[in-house]
């Protein structure tokens, strides 16, 4: 089945600590987003990429990195100079073409211990 | 960019009842989608509709687009319906296409 695999599901990390998230999609999409979601809020644009080796900021990028070296895998990696990297993190793909309709990761909930 | 606001922002349904969301964007656009999110976070896709009208089940959705607002229709709503509705459209600027989405309906469905 095609779909988009985000993992780990939970991770801690320890302060001053880099952590990688990771998002592999198998729809042959072009266009992948990450985006982070507070408790009770909505999404925010961290990071989103439209074709391998290219990728741009979104709203919310600072202490966060990304890289795209296959159209398939699109990892953040929240470095320790995100100072508050507790949240909900979900991962999209969206196809170029006639029909953008996106879909997503499960997520990943990472939190700071 | 492109402004998606979305109504009401909290909806408490009685188990049986219908509710009508609304979500209203800024400008012209070709693509809607309608999201629902579990309890567990995970962003479920409902309807995929830039214009018209489709039905899956108990849910149906609505786009005008020449309006600039879309609908979503729940009926006669159980506890699983709970959760936020997102809708989110997806416009081309500067050769890509960026998502934007509205801060969401949270439904709670009570028995």
């Known amino acids: 089945d095609g779909g988009i695999t985000q993992s780990p599901k939970y991770l801690f990390r320890k302060e001053g600590q880099n952590v990688t998230l990771s998002c592999e999609q198998n729809?042959?999409?072009?266009?992948m987003y990450w985006y982070r979601q507070d408790p009770g809020q909505g999404l925010r644009l961290i990071y989103y990429?439209?074709?391998?080796?290219?990728?741009q900021k979104g709203d919310i990028a600072e202490g966060y990195s990304v890289s795209r070296e296959k159209k398939e895998s699109f990892p953040l990696t929240v470095t320790s100079a995100q100072k508050n990297p507790t949240a909900f993190y979900l991962c999209?793909?969206?196809?170029?073409?006639?029909?953008?309709?996106?879909?997503f990761g499960q997520g990943t909930r990472l939190t700071v211990v | 960019g492109i402004q998606v606001e979305q109504s009401p922002p909290d909806l408490i349904l009685q188990e049986g009842a219908n509710s009508t969301l609304r979500c209203n964007f800024s400008?012209?656009?070709?693509?809607l989608q309608w999201f629902h999110q579990n309890p567990w976070g995970q962003l479920i896709n409902l309807f995929y509709?830039?214009?018209g009208t489709k039905q899956n089940g108990r849910l149906s959705a609505t786009t005008v687009a020449t309006e600039r607002y879309s609908l979503l229709y729940i009926s006669s709503s159980q506890t699983t319906d709970s959760g936020v509705y997102f809708c989110?459209?997806?416009?081309?600027?500067?050769?890509?296409?960026?998502?934007?989405f509205g801060k969401g309906t949270k439904l709670s469905v009570i028995p």
């Open positions: 999209a793909s969206l196809p170029r073409g006639r029909v953008p309709e996106a879909f």
């Open positions: 729809l042959n999409h072009d266009a």
């Open positions: 990429s439209q074709i391998v080796n290219d990728f």
């Open positions: 400008d012209s656009v070709n693509n």
């Open positions: 509709i830039p214009s």
């Open positions: 989110a459209v997806a416009y081309s600027g500067a050769g890509s296409y960026q998502l934007t």
